[in-house]
C-alpha cells in the first residue's frame, strides 16, 4: 500500500552512539517532515524539506540533520545521542494540493531511547 | 510565539452520545486547519480539514467547526464509537507553506 514507510520502529541507543532513522514515502510527495512527540506532548518540527535537495530547519533542530538526495527518501541523522533525544519520531510527507487536501501522511513512527 | 492549543487534555464520553473536542488557535493569519486522531502506538490520521473562508465542513460522523472571531475550532463526534477513543490533535498552517502548528492533543475514552 502507498504510505510513508519508517525504519526501525525501535532502537535503544547509549549516549554519545549515532543513528539514522529512515524514511521513505511512495507517493511522489514533494513536501517530507521529521517530528518528535515527547511523552504526552504535541509534535514539534524537526526538520522538513520541499523537494530533493532542499531542506530546512525547523522548531527543535539542534543534534540531527537531514538530506534529501531523491523525492522518496528522507533520512534523520542523529549525532551524539542525549537522554533528551528519547522520543518518539514521525515522519511525514505533503500532497501538493492538487485533490484540495494539503494535510499530511504520516509513517508509524520510531521509538527511540536513549540510556 | 504563535501556537496552537487544547482546552482538554482528557475528555470521557459515553458511547453513543455526542463528543467535542476544542481548540484554540492564536495566529488570525492561519488559513488552514485540520483535525488527526492518533491511535495508541500510531502515527496520526487525518480526520477532517476546514479553510479559513469556511465555518463549518462535515464528514462522516464528524463536523469541523471554525469561529474565526474568537479564533476557535472544534470538533464534533457523532454518536461517539469505542473506535473513536484516540488523541485527537488540532493543526493550523500558519505561513501556507504546509509547516502545521500542532496542539498537545485531546485524549477522548469512551465509556462502555
Known amino acids: 500500500n502507498a504510505g510513508v514507510t519508517q525504519t526501525p520502529k525501535f532502537r535503544i541507543l547509549k549516549i554519545g552512539q549515532s543513528m539514522t532513522l529512515q524514511c521513505a514515502q511512495d507517493?511522489?510527495?514533494?513536501?517530507m517532515y521529521w517530528y518528535r512527540q515527547d511523552p504526552g506532548m504535541g509534535l514539534k518540527l524537526i526538520y522538513y524539506?520541499?523537494?530533493?535537495?532542499?531542506?530546512d530547519k525547523g522548531e527543535v533542530p539542534n543534534g540531527y540533520n537531514v538530506s534529501r538526495s531523491t523525492t522518496e527518501d528522507f533520512p534523520l541523522r542523529l549525532e551524539l545521542a542525549a537522554p533528551s533525544q528519547t522520543s518518539v519520531y514521525f515522519c511525514?510527507?505533503?500532497?501538493?494540493?492538487?485533490?484540495?487536501?494539503?494535510?499530511?501522511?504520516f509513517g508509524s513512527g520510531t521509538r527511540l531511547t536513549v540510556v | 510565539g504563535e501556537s496552537v492549543g487544547l482546552h482538554l487534555p482528557t475528555l470521557s464520553v459515553q458511547e453513543g452520545d455526542n463528543s467535542i473536542i476544542n481548540c484554540a488557535y492564536s495566529?488570525?493569519?492561519?488559513?488552514?486547519f485540520i483535525w488527526y486522531k492518533q491511535e495508541s502506538g500510531k502515527g496520526p490520521q487525518f480526520i477532517i480539514d476546514i479553510r479559513s473562508n469556511m465555518d463549518k465542513r462535515q464528514g462522516q460522523r464528524v463536523t469541523v467547526l471554525l469561529n474565526k472571531t474568537v479564533k476557535h475550532l472544534s470538533l464534533q463526534i457523532a454518536a461517539t464509537q469505542p473506535g473513536d477513543s484516540a488523541v485527537y490533535f488540532c493543526?493550523?498552517?500558519?505561513?501556507?507553506?504546509?509547516?502545521?502548528?500542532f496542539g498537545t492533543g485531546t485524549r477522548l475514552k469512551v465509556l462502555a
Open positions: 495566529n488570525s493569519a492561519s488559513d488552514y
Open positions: 524539506s520541499v523537494g530533493a535537495g532542499i531542506t
Open positions: 507517493m511522489n510527495h514533494n513536501y
Open positions: 493543526a493550523e498552517d500558519a505561513s501556507g507553506t504546509y509547516k502545521y502548528i
Open positions: 511525514a510527507s505533503s500532497s501538493n494540493g492538487d485533490r484540495g487536501y494539503y494535510g499530511y501522511t
